[in-house]
Structure formats: structure tokens, C-alpha cells
């Protein structure tokens, strides 16, 4: 029997969808009408790519990336500031996105349009893709009749986040590149090169440098139990990743990333610049500094900074000014809160933060322009290691037989 998909709406005006079994699309249309579902759309599809569709779509596949939201914002602002009708602008973007899955969720968040929800409501049923910051901002704008402002607003802060993420993987492709190239050459000398000298170690007998013994006895046990070090390879990764899926371990991760040498103090203020810049942003949209904060803690990405953000929202409650918060919470440098108490005394903090957060960000540049510079000793370091470790290991037996006359006969 035919599988056909079906899009349609309740009696309450809810769009609906699936897939049903029907010997014509005449019969599932009236299948539907006798469960109180008027079909919209009814289009023949194939139930394998549908299974697969959906598996991809779980496992993250196809998930839309930064810069499809991006592109979104970029648009929207322009077909809001235009006066285009929403309705009409949406539909345009849900046929002309090249990332289907994206395709699919900005259809679905047409069919609520349509059935008289508001956008940042629409919006929100998608939360694997608009941030609650995104939706809140969006919101705002709304409600204030800004909405082609909002949209700009977020192009401008979802590109600069892109802009960081982008210069930090670039800096760090090098340095990446260097360590597993050192850690396959420690493989290919362990499992294979070792072996072939091991002939010749044995006819020194017991008279091995301690250097050599240990490589031997690295060698030998990776090269007959090599299935026990991948399985303790993958038991100690999986370990990793159930703590850190952790409360406790996501918390503790997070803030130990901030204090890893060069690396951490880089991440640290990125993400302060990013504090900065959505603070800045809730404050023109005129979300209300609680709230504000409140939204920021959880577009972070880092449980510690979370907190950190989160104790700011606390003492505001309390009663305390936004600086002094700023200031025992140990988050910012001293000139960021010389600057963020002028802001307050003068009442344009939103215009101090964006100051702020532009400070932050020409110091990730700058540390980003000169981080190869900053890691070259640490790789040199790693490279002489590794080959004096060779030279203590290997060599040196060779050339103690060499001599003593014993030849390599």
C-alpha cells in the first residue's frame, strides 16, 4: 500500500503532520477529515528516507550552523525594514534555505504564523535552533515595534561570535596539527621501529640504560596488548564525557579550560567580550536587567562564567549597583569596571559595554595574531623531549657498543 505525508490543521487551528498508509491520496484525505484534520498538503514519500531522514536529523546531521542563522537574521531584517508583510518574507526564506533541515523548521514556524501565533513565539517551539537569547531579543523587538532592529542586532552579534570562533580555530589549527603529528610519530616508533632494534638490545644482556629499558617495556606491552590500551583509551574517553556531561564535571571542566596556559586566558575574554556585547544588546532592546542577565548566563557555553554572570543577576536583585556586583565578582579587568561604573554614573552603560566588549576583542585579537609565537616554546619543548627521550633510549646503547668495539656484527 502507498505511504504518503501529510501536512494539516485541527479543528483548534494546530498544524499537524505525518505519514500514514492510504491506497490513494483521495482515501487519506478522507481518513484525515473523519479525524477532525483538514490536509493542507498530501505528497507520496518513501518510508526508508524518511527513517533515514530522521535518524540524521537526532544524531545532529544536517543541524543548522551559525551561519544559516546569520544569513536569517540578515534577511529578516531587510524584508521587516522593507514592510514586506511577515507572512509573505517567511514563506520566501522557508523555500529559498538551502539547509533543509533549517527548511523544514522555518516551514513550521510559517504554519504558526499562519495559525495567529506571534514570531518570537514561533520561534521558541525550535530551541535546538534560536537560543533563548535570540528569541528573547526577538521578542523585545516585537513588543516595541523594532523588529528590523532586533534582527540587525543579532546579525551583528552572532557574526562577531563567528568572526572569534573562526580566528581561534585558525590560530590553533598549527599548534593542533603539531601535537598529533608528534603523537603518531611516538606510535610509529613505539610499535614498529622499537621492535627491529630489540635483536641487538639483547645482546647487551643487562647492561641497558635505564632510558632503553623503559622504552622496551613501553614497546613491548603496546605491541602485544594493544587491545587493552585502546580499550583503556576509549573506557578513560567515555569516562571523560559522562563527567563532564555532569553538573559537577560540566562546572569543573569549563573553569579549567579558562586556566589552561595562552589558550585559557584567550577563551576567557571571548567570552567576556560576548558578556559584554549581549549585555549591551538586552539594554537597547530594553529587556530589563534581571531578565537581561538572567539570558545571558545561559548563552555563555561555560558553566563557571555562568555562575559568574548568574551573581551578577543576584546582587542587582539585591539592591546592589551593577559595578560594585561587576567588581566582587571578579570577572572583569580593572579598566572594564572603571568603565562599566562611568557607564553607570552617566547612564550609558549600554554604550560603555559595547566599549568594553570591543576592548576585550582587540585583545583576543592581538593574543590571536601573536598565539604561534606564544606556543613555539611550548612545541620546541615537546620536540626536544621526544627526541632526547630517542636519543637516551636508543642511541645510546648503540654508541656504548660502538665503543667498546663490540660492532653491530
Known amino acids: ?76 531584517h531587510s524584508l521587516t525594514k522593507a514592510g514586506l508583510p511577515l507572512l509573505r518574507g517567511m514563506s520566501s526564506l522557508a523555500s529559498s534555505t538551502p539547509n533543509q533541515i533549517f527548511r523544514e523548521v522555518l516551514g513550521q514556524i510559517l504554519e504558526n504564523l499562519q495559525a495567529g501565533r506571534d514570531l518570537a513565539s514561533s520561534l521558541a517551539q525550535h530551541p535546538e535552533v534560536f537560543s533563548k537569547f535570540y528569541v528573547s531579543v526577538i521578542r523585545v523587538g516585537e513588543n516595541t515595534g523594532n523588529l528590523p532592529v532586533a534582527f540587525m542586532r543579532m546579525y551583528e552579534y552572532l557574526g562577531m561570535e563567528k568572526r572569534i570562533k573562526d580566528k581561534l580555530s585558525a590560530a590553533t589549527r598549527y599548534p593542533a596539527t603539531v601535537i598529533v603529528a608528534i603523537a603518531v610519530a611516538l606510535v610509529v616508533i613505539t610499535v614498529f621501529v622499537l621492535p627491529k632494534f630489540e635483536p641487538i638490545f639483547a645482546s647487551l644482556g643487562d647492561n641497558l640504560p635505564w632510558a632503553t629499558r623503559v622504552l622496551l617495556g613501553v614497546s613491548g606491552f603496546v605491541t602485544e596488548y594493544w587491545y587493552i590500551v ?148 611550548i612545541l620546541i619543548v615537546a620536540v626536544g623531549s621526544m627526541v632526547l627521550v630517542l636519543a637516551l633510549g636508543v642511541f645510546l646503547p648503540l654508541w656504548d657498543m660502538a665503543a667498546s668495539g663490540g660492532g653491530f656484527g
Open 230 to 377: 585502546v580499550a583503556g583509551l576509549l573506557m578513560a574517553y567515555m569516562g571523560f564525557r559522562i563527567y563532564v556531561q555532569s553538573d559537577e564535571g560540566r562546572y569543573q571542566w569549563d573553569k579549567q579550560k579558562l586556566k589552561l596556559p595562552i589558550l585559557g586566558g584567550i577563551t576567557h575574554k571571548a567570552t567576556l567580550a560576548k558578556v559584554c556585547r549581549s549585555f549591551a544588546l538586552t539594554i537597547e532592546s530594553g529587556v530589563p536587567i534581571v531578565q537581561g542577565l538572567n539570558m545571558i548566563a545561559q548563552a555563555t557555553g561555560n558553566e563557571y562564567m555562568c555562575e559568574g554572570v548568574l551573581s551578577l543577576r543576584t546582587g542587582v536583585e539585591h539592591g546592589e549597583s551593577l559595578s560594585r556586583t561587576a567588581q566582587t565578582s571578579g570577572l572583569f579587568s580593572p579598566l572594564a569596571l572603571q568603565m562599566i561604573m562611568i557607564g553607570e554614573e552617566t547612564g550609558a552603560l549600554g554604550e560603555l559595554l559595547v566599549e568594553v566588549a570591543d576592548f576585550y576583542e582587540r585583545e583576543v585579537d592581538y593574543e590571536l595574531e601573536n598565539i604561534s609565537s606564544a606556543l613555539e616554546p
Open 1 to 76: 500500500m502507498p505511504v504518503f505525508r501529510y501536512l494539516g490543521r485541527t479543528s483548534r487551528g494546530e498544524a499537524v503532520k505525518g505519514v500514514l498508509e492510504a491506497d490513494s491520496p483521495e482515501s487519506l484525505a478522507d481518513h484525515l477529515f473523519a479525524r477532525g484534520i483538514t490536509p493542507t498538503e498530501i505528497l507520496p514519500t518513501n518510508v526508508s528516507q524518511d527513517v533515514v531522514h530522521d535518524a540524521w536529523k537526532k544524531l545532529g546531521g544536517g543541524r543548522p550552523q551559525t551561519n544559516d542563522l546569520i544569513m536569517f537574521s540578515r534577511q529578516m
